[in-house]
């Protein structure tokens, strides 16, 4: 599907906690709670073993940042015409403190990249981990 993405949509390529992967075409002004709904409406037939309840719990994860419901690809500055990749995680919440302590809210502004890049592979893990042990 990249190869023809219409100019004026963004193509997402989302990927699962088992490493299935589905592409999907959004407008701009399309927030994550509308992305998390069509979704959970279009389940693809592949993903079955991954359906969630409700697309409530489903969050997308961009650049290791959790997303807010309200928040547009538009104001994510996504480029039109590609294809850009994120996570799609089922959660009732926003990540608990991670192991090392501290929240894994994905705001780690004041870290240095080396910092940034080690708790958002925490915060990663400890998603791992739940769908592991639960």
């Not at 004026?8 to 992967?21: A, E, F």
């Not at 959660?91 to 608990?96: D, F």
Request: proline share 7%; charged share 25%; glycine share 6%.
């Amino acid at each position: 599907m990249s190869s023809n993405v219409p100019a004026d949509m963004i193509n997402l390529r989302l990927i699962l906690v088992s490493g299935k992967t589905k592409e999907f075409l959004f407008s701009p002004n399309d927030s994550a709670s509308d992305i998390a709904k069509h979704v959970y409406d279009n389940w693809p037939m592949d993903w079955e073993e991954e359906q969630v309840s409700s697309p409530n719990i489903l969050r997308l994860i961009y650049q290791g940042r959790f997303l807010h419901g309200n928040v547009t690809l538009g104001a994510l500055k996504l480029p039109f015409g590609k294809t850009t990749v994120m996570h799609l995680v089922a959660r009732e919440t926003l990540p608990e403190p991670n192991s090392q302590g501290k929240p894994c809210t994905g705001d780690v502004s004041p870290l240095s990249h080396r910092d940034r890049r080690s708790e958002m592979a925490w915060c990663f893990l400890d998603i791992l981990r739940e769908r592991e042990f639960s």
